[in-house]
């Protein structure tokens, strides 16, 4: 999913994580036939300092593995390995057992299983080798979970690499490294903690949102903070990253304060990514951020800010993750700004900016009328609509804030509201769509309601001028649209072969053709943010290989931004 700050790929909240970082709590020591043992050992590094594979080990007791293993073949839009697993083989105390695998039908997340042609006898374990080819995704935009690997280390989640059991029973997963391939100070870190871990009872589709990261890694502080705090990096950001862990670690405590919520683990991971750097994905009660050689520390603070809304917050209990993401992917944008500056980790300026970058999005994205329900179809496809639970349910929120402001005549807020929404949890009670609806409801009247089904029908949203407060006000500018300049769902597949393209666009009269291949993942989501980043494809034409570079920007359109009050443009409205 896109990130609001960085405008690139954030937000998939993967399933959280009860016990704290590095400790394996006395009712988590797992009994032997509760436990599925995971065994990683990467290979060594080459010249470049790629790991070029991992050799996986996985046991499990016979009650468990009996349906079989299975692993997805796309999980959350990537590719994993199943169908380039290398030396696959199976044994148990009777010897070897051949497996044969099905594959599900093409859909979100479709396994392949493999099963045992014979009754196994006593513990199974499976012996494979999962290649790292560091190739990019050929589905498109996608969060950064694929095997990856550089600097003498290697990432990637359990459900991109790991064969687990075919089976809806919970058992507990106990992980182990091996690094006998590589040097001595090698270590390993997952969402489970630091080294070697056994984690809580889950299901199995619950253990495929374990993320690791193994081989040489930097990390900060030296261990897990008393507040959960840690984080740890492959490869060298162009920035001090120690630095920028520090900072957040000091904004994880402000958040554990605003949420009055203690003991909950907070992990950081970062890894270079070559398609959309500065964004990332929520797994586990962690974040996996990326970065290239361009990342800037102070925008990928806002990046750190808004993953971290997701541990607080979480997603409404819907079976439709981007159905209901207004609420978990809005929540987050809207106060990625707001608890950093109130706790004077950002300035004025850096809010306004992130306020103003929000606004500009939304109000110059063609399909900002797109209804809630057709969203998912069209997600992964266009990135005007990957960007819409972002903008348009931070702007919710904020015009709710605001209303909730004005109504209770300055004594109530949207803090008051969720704060109390999420204590539902606690009761056992479920955070639904309609649940929230009832709280607005109660809080507004009819006025709430309406104000909610206004965005989810596609209404556009209208801010009063004080929306962010007395301080600010709002202004017009006119900005240009982001026009790709051709058929958006090209980039959703392999080949990409250039169709559908735009009559007199940026894109044709910088040369590109209706046909041409292009050769390379196209980041849009932070270019769309971005009024004069330029757009650049590597193009395969005719057996030539060449670049074509363009400002992909259509008609210019009004829109509305907000600057500090008192200030000339307050005063002119321009």
Request: some cysteine; charged content about 25%.
């Amino acid at each position: 999913m896109p990130k609001l700050a960085s405008g690139n790929i954030v937000g998939f909240v993967l399933g959280a994580l009860p016990a704290c970082v590095g400790i394996v709590p006395a009712h988590a020591q797992a009994r032997a036939s509760d436990t599925v043992e995971v065994v990683l050992r990467p290979g060594p590094a080459d010249a470049a300092q790629d790991i070029a594979f991992v050799d996986v080990t996985v046991t499990a007791p016979a009650d468990l593995q009996a349906p079989g293993f299975r692993l997805p073949r796309v999980t959350g839009n990537v590719k994993t390995v199943a169908t380039s697993i290398e030396n696959l083989r199976a044994a148990d105390e009777n010897g070897s057992i051949a497996l044969d695998f099905r594959d599900d039908p093409d859909g979100a997340k479709p396994y392949r299983r493999w099963k045992a042609s014979r009754p196994a006898h006593g513990q199974v374990t499976i012996r494979y080798r999962a290649p790292i080819t560091n190739a990019p995704n050929p589905l498109g935009a996608a969060p950064p979970l694929e095997l990856r690997s550089d600097s003498v280390a290697f990432s990637g989640l359990l459900g991109a690499y790991v064969l687990l059991p075919d089976t809806g029973k919970a058992y507990r997963l106990k992980l182990e490294w091996d690094f006998s391939s590589l040097a001595a100070e090698s270590i390993g870190v997952s969402t489970l903690g630091v080294g070697n871990q056994s984690g809580a009872e889950k299901t199995s589709e619950m253990q495929e949102s374990t993320f690791t990261l193994g081989g040489h890694l930097d990390h900060e502080p030296a261990t897990p903070a008393a507040n959960g705090f840690f984080s740890a990096w492959q490869g060298r950001p162009p920035f001090d990253a120690h630095a920028l862990m520090r900072w957040t670690q000091t904004l994880y405590g402000a958040y554990q304060t605003f949420f009055a919520t203690r003991g909950t683990t907070y992990n950081v991971f970062l890894r270079r990514n070559p398609v959309n750097p500065g964004g990332g994905v929520e797994v586990a009660n962690s974040f996996v951020g990326t970065f290239d050689d361009s990342t800037r520390a102070d925008e990928f603070k806002l990046t750190l800010a808004h993953e971290m809304v997701h541990t607080f917050v979480g997603e409404l209990d819907e079976k439709d993750d981007l159905a209901a993401s207004w609420f978990s992917e809005g929540i987050a944008v809207y106060y990625e700004r707001l608890l950093p500056y109130r706790a004077g980790q950002i300035t004025r300026d850096e809010y306004l900016r992130s306020v103003n970058i929000t606004a500009a999005r939304y109000y110059t994205d063609l399909l900002n009328t797109t209804p809630n329900r057709d969203i998912p179809a069209r997600f992964w496809a266009d990135t005007r609509i990957r960007v819409l639970p972002y903008d348009r349910g931070a702007l919710y929120f904020a015009r709710l804030n605001a209303l909730i402001g004005k109504a209770s005549r300055g004594r109530r807020s949207l803090d008051d509201l969720l704060l109390a929404f999420l204590k539902r949890r606690a009761t056992g009670l479920p955070l639904t769509q309609a649940a929230w609806v009832d709280a607005v409801t109660r809080e507004l009247g009819a006025q709430g309601k309406s104000q909610f089904d206004d965005m989810m029908s596609g209404k556009p949203i209208v801010l009063d001028s004080d929306t962010f407060g007395p301080c600010f006000c709002r202004t017009q500018q006119k900005m240009r649209r982001y026009e790709l300049g051709f058929d958006p769902e090209v980039l959703a597949h392999s080949p990409r072969i250039v169709r559908g393209l735009v009559a007199g666009s940026a894109a044709e009269k910088a040369g590109l053709r209706n046909g041409d291949e292009i050769a390379r993942p196209v980041p849009q989501d932070g270019i769309q943010a971005n009024q004069s980043a330029m757009l650049k494809l590597r193009i395969k034409r005719d057996g030539a290989n060449f670049d074509v570079d363009y400002l992909p920007r259509g008609e210019s359109v009004e829109t509305w931004q907000w600057t500090a009050a008192g200030s000339e443009a307050c005063r002119t409205g321009k």
